[in-house]
């Protein structure tokens, strides 16, 4: 089998109905990062070799516990080369993205990236989170930013209103977070939703790796 294919199914494994033009975005991704991380280091090179399980399909544990409505809007929070924004983006091709980082070199990235994916669905921008004033958004996602305590205190204040439709899916901040939670969800002052990555995905990578939901 081919490495590219090898590669994908460690994808199409846990979801199907993926466009052609959907898989063809992922199967890119492996080349662009490969050429954009010999320019500009924003994976390290023992995770590059894994990077459709320890970077794309991370991302999408979240679209595996996760329904965003067409339309709605996301702001990935310290996206650093784009994850899980990029990998979510080709999955929610109606839903908008916003990847935020402050290190303008990672943006430059996330930019080629989603511009050679010719991912419509994506902006970015080169700022601190706190520094965001003026916008709102239905999702806060990042991963391996800051404490549970920190994220919150930047999420509150850019999440929408919960509406009645809503359902139990109001909206918050999600976050990928690995090791021990215990003291950190206590300093947080908020009380997330847990759940374990390893029940969603079967590979060993998951095992202690948890998806956190904080309903604003
Ligand atoms: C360890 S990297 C993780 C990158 C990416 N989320 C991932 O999982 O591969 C953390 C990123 O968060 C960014 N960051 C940290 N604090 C931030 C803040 N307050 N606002 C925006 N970006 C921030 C850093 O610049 C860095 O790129």
């Not at 994908?8 to 979801?15: G, P, R």
């Not at 970077?55 to 899980?84: K, M, N, R, Y």
């Not at 920190?150 to 359902?167: A, E, I, Q, V, Y």
């Amino acid at each position: 089998m081919e490495k590219a294919q090898q590669k994908l199914e460690l994808i199409t494994k846990y979801f199907s109905d993926f466009t052609p033009v959907q898989l063809q975005q992922f199967n890119a991704l492996d080349e662009l990062y490969t050429d954009w991380n010999s320019k500009i280091n924003v994976i390290s090179r023992k995770d590059l070799e894994s990077l459709y399980e320890k970077h794309v399909l991370h991302s999408l544990s979240i679209a595996a516990a996760f329904e965003f409505a067409a339309g709605s809007t996301i702001v990935d929070l310290g996206t650093g080369g784009g994850f899980p924004g990029i990998p979510l983006a080709i999955f929610f091709p109606e839903v908008k993205f916003h990847l935020i980082d402050s290190i303008g070199k990672k943006i430059k990235v996330v930019n080629a990236v989603a511009e050679a994916l010719d991912l419509k669905n994506v902006t970015t921008h080169h700022s601190r989170i706190e520094d965001i004033k003026d916008r709102k958004f239905d999702f806060v996602v990042s991963r391996a930013v800051a404490p549970l305590k920190d994220l919150w205190k930047w999420s509150k204040p850019l999440l929408k209103k919960p509406s009645p439709n809503s359902g139990n899916q109001q909206p918050g901040l999600i976050c990928l977070k690995g090791g021990d939670l215990a003291t950190e969800i206590s300093e947080s002052g908020c009380r997330p939703r847990v759940m374990e990555v390893f029940e969603i995905f079967g590979e060993e990578y998951f095992k202690e790796k948890y998806l956190l939901y904080v309903p604003s």
